[in-house]
């Protein structure tokens, strides 16, 4: 995934944190009202079967979580409260199950491996032989200033498709090494879609508001595809996108994430260390000082919110979403020259260095990806 690039906005980040308090207190009164009615799921998403069954704390599935006289909501099944009344299973309970059918860290290192030698070596031999084959969809290139990746439309589409390559090696590991399939990872099929769309559709909105700020950056940026070309490109662009964010998602919060907190009996291990490695992938060989570390500190915060979003709703939906809206932003709109700029509109032609040396635009940039995963909360009254 790509980050937005930082630029000064014309407000304060005390407004976003404002922003941030004004709908945490929206999503609490949202849950507040749906205990009182005895409804734990929106009405939006009542396709969630409900079970309902009586068991004790001690036979949980994490027994190192306390209990307190209350039901394990992790747990695949459902234990009863001190006053013995059920209580529904929660949405990610059957993931977390189906985690637990083969749960040996040893089959985790060796997907983990795996997936390394896909994205080391399967997929650049992939971008190599069909760069040879279509020299137009070549996504390197050698500049003035060094390397330049997926600098045209051809090329970035090449970038993300390969993406496919992961997406089918995490289905095919998690199916043979631990008879987990597509919709142990995902969540149901007609849940995920339901969930993914309304938190686009308020997610969307959101960045619609925050593309209306004033750009305050160090410079402007500089007009890149036409705008018809651009158009032309529109589709290809969200293709490619939803490839590369599903195949992501699919791997580090469907599976890494709910198989490290299987066998670990620990879903804060699993979702911590789900996101360090994800954020790990955004280590850039490059860039230097907050440059090279800012990225992959946002991104472990990324991977953190998503996670969270992935737990409360039981599916990959809102977590997509947010994937694919912020990094639909980032590449369409004013992405880094000679880096993932084949498809947008403008470019910024400031060194990242340049970029992320105002601390006010870094905290406007935690605040506004903080603010964005309130928003995905709201959406799906989680």
Known sequence: MSISQPARPSITPAAIATFATVLAGRITDTMSLSSQSGVAYSARFRRFQVRRVHGSASSCAFPSLSHRGRACYLCPDMTATRDSMPQPTHPYAPIIASAMR?????????????????????????????GRLAPSLMPFQFGANGPMVGTTPGGLFTILAGFALLLVGAIK???????????????????????????????????FLTLLLPWDGPTEPVANLPGGMWL????????????????????FRGYLQSQIAGATNSYALGLTASAVLFGLLHLSGTNEGI??????????????????????SGTLGPA???????????????????????????????????????????????????????????????
């Open 320 to 382: 997509i979403a947010l994937h694919f809206m912020n990094n639909f932003t980032a590449m369409l709109f004013a992405p880094q020259q000679d880096m993932m700029s084949g498809f947008g509109l403008f470019m910024q032609t400031d060194s990242p260095e340049v970029l992320y040396s105002d601390p006010k635009a870094l905290v406007f940039q935690s605040l506004l990806l903080v603010v964005t995963w309130l928003v995905a909360r709201l959406a799906i009254r989680r």
């Open 173 to 207: 590991l998690a199916e043979r090494l631990h008879s987990r399939h597509l919709r142990d990872l995902t969540g149901p099929a007609p849940v995920l879609r339901a969930q993914f769309f309304v938190t686009l559709k308020w997610i969307a909105g959101f960045t």
């Open 291 to 312: 440059a090279a570390l800012f990225p992959v500190l946002w991104a472990i915060g990324f991977g953190v919110l998503a996670g969270d979003l992935t737990m409360r």
């Open 102 to 130: 083969r749960p040996e860290l040893w089959r985790v290192g060796i997907t983990l491996l795996a997936g390394l030698v896909i994205s080391v070596v399967v997929t650049p031999l992939f971008y190599l032989v069909v």
């Open 232 to 251: 032309f490109w529109m589709p290809f662009a969200v293709l490619g996108l939803m490839v590369q964010v599903t195949a992501e998602e699919v791997f």
